[in-house]
Structure formats: C-alpha cells, structure tokens
C-alpha cells in the first residue's frame, strides 16, 4: 500500500482527464480541441477567465511532450525524441511560484506536480531566486534508443526581449499575456525548426496588439 500511496504521489498526470468519472476529459471540450489543435497549428492561445485550468492544460500537454508519454485518446502533435522546450511568465518569482511548482511540485518534493518524479534526470538552481529552478533535464520515452534528455529553461518577461534571443526551442509556453516583442522573438525561435508557442492568459490589459493578431489574424490594430 506504501508502495501505491508512493507510485501515486509522483504520477500526478495520471490522475488527469479520465475516461470516465465526474472529472473526466469528456467533461472538458474545449481542453481536447486545444491539444488536438497542436497536430496542425504552430501558434495557439488559451484565452479565458481565471480559474478555469488553462495552465494546468499546459502543463499536462508540456509533459506528455517532455517525457514522451501520451495518453491513448492524445490526438494532438507528437514528439517521439527529447525536445528543447522554454517556459516564461511575467517574473522569476511568479514562474517559481506557478510554473514550476505545477511542473515539478513543492521545491523540496520534486516529482510531485505534472512531471512523474522517476522523469525528472536533474535541475539547476536560477541565481538569486530562492528555491527556484533555472534549467531541468527530463528522460523521454525515447532515452534508450536516442543519446539525450527532453530540457527545460525557465525564463521571465522581466529579464527583456533580449534574453530570448538564441536558441532552438521546439516548445515554448508562455503563461501570462507576454510583451509583444517577446512573444515576436518567440516565434522567430521557433520559425526555423516548425516548432510551437503554447500561450495561456486571461485577458487584463484590454485588447492589446497580441489579444487582436489571434482574434483579428491580419487585420492591423487601429
């Protein structure tokens, strides 16, 4: 029972989107169109009220990515080796206190959020933030056929449109509505490799310039 209890706490994924039950995915309709929506659209937004799981959808599709582990009903995009993925949010604490704590659990019980706890190879502190996690090694399904791990780095609005520059990630989300000239150097990361932005954010600003490129797409904010 120990044993269970243990297996249990670090695979909180599985506990996600059952088949049936009163919390099962059919119960979420707009959750699977926006995983489905993966397999052929390289931009997408999860725009809504809060409260509603729309970071938890991220993370749980982040994590079938990083680990290579997907559900039988998955009929999104796939990645059958390890990726390079980035994560961001508004700051270094907010990321530390949001992001990562889904992603990865309490700070001293790693293996207890999204990411079963047996998947997590390694992490690396971030300078000047208490407990918060810089990058992360992650083993995919994959790591015995393909020499290499699935890698995440945390990053934040705050440090500027520059340090995004550089780099080939293939996943990024972002959680919390972005500047414009980070979420345009974000797309330019993943122009050249097809890879994906995964955004998520309730819409406090008003209709700014990003809000109208995804409800307006070609049309110029006047």
Same mark, same amino acid.
């Given at each position: 029972?120990?044993?269970?209890?243990?297996?249990?706490?670090?695979?909180?994924?599985?506990?996600?989107?059952?088949?049936?039950?009163?919390?099962?995915?059919?119960?979420?309709?707009?959750?699977?169109?926006?995983?489905? *929506?993966?397999?052929?659209?390289?931009?997408?937004?999860?725009?809504?009220?809060?409260?509603?799981?729309?970071?938890?959808?991220?993370?749980?599709?982040?994590?079938?990515?990083?680990?290579?582990? !997907?559900?039988?009903?998955?009929?999104?995009?796939?990645?059958?080796?390890?990726?390079?993925?980035?994560?961001?949010?508004?700051?270094?604490?907010?990321?530390?206190?949001?992001?990562?704590?889904?992603?990865?659990?309490?700070?001293?019980?790693?293996?207890?959020?999204?990411?079963?706890?047996?998947?997590? *190879?390694?992490?690396?502190?971030?300078?000047?933030?208490?407990?918060?996690?810089?990058? *992360? *090694?992650? =083993?995919?399904?994959?790591?015995? =056929?393909?020499?290499?791990?699935?890698?995440?780095?945390?990053?934040?609005?705050?440090?500027?449109?520059?340090?995004?520059?550089?780099?080939?990630?293939?996943?990024?989300?972002?959680?919390?509505?972005?500047?414009?000239?980070? !979420?345009?150097?974000?797309?330019?990361?993943?122009?050249?490799?097809?890879?994906?932005?995964?955004?998520?954010?309730?819409?406090?600003?008003?209709?700014?310039?990003?809000? !109208?490129?995804?409800?307006?797409?070609?049309?110029?904010?006047?």
């Amino acid at each position: 029972m120990e044993q269970e209890l243990q297996r249990r706490r670090y695979n909180l994924i599985e506990k996600y989107y059952p088949e049936t039950g009163k919390l099962s995915r059919h119960a979420y309709p707009k959750h699977m169109r926006f995983f489905e *929506a993966g397999r052929v659209h390289r931009e997408r937004c999860m725009m809504a009220a809060n409260r509603v799981g729309k970071t938890d959808a991220a993370c749980y599709e982040l994590t079938c990515h990083l680990t290579g582990i !997907y559900p039988k009903w998955w009929e999104g995009r796939k990645f059958n080796t390890p990726i390079d993925t980035w994560l961001a949010g508004d700051t270094s604490t907010t990321v530390r206190d949001i992001l990562q704590k889904k992603l990865f659990g309490e700070y001293n019980d790693i293996g207890s959020g999204f990411i079963p706890g047996a998947k997590v *190879a390694k992490t690396t502190n971030k300078s000047g933030i208490r407990e918060a996690i810089d990058t *992360a *090694a992650i =083993r995919h399904e994959s790591v015995s =056929r393909f020499d290499g791990y699935s890698t995440m780095v945390m990053k934040s609005y705050d440090q500027g449109r520059k340090s995004f520059q550089g780099g080939k990630p293939i996943i990024i989300l972002l959680d919390e509505e972005p500047p414009q000239d980070v !979420y345009t150097e974000c797309l330019l990361r993943t122009m050249t490799n097809n890879g994906m932005i995964i955004l998520t954010f309730t819409p406090l600003m008003g209709m700014t310039e990003l809000i !109208y490129t995804y409800l307006e797409p070609g049309k110029e904010l006047k």
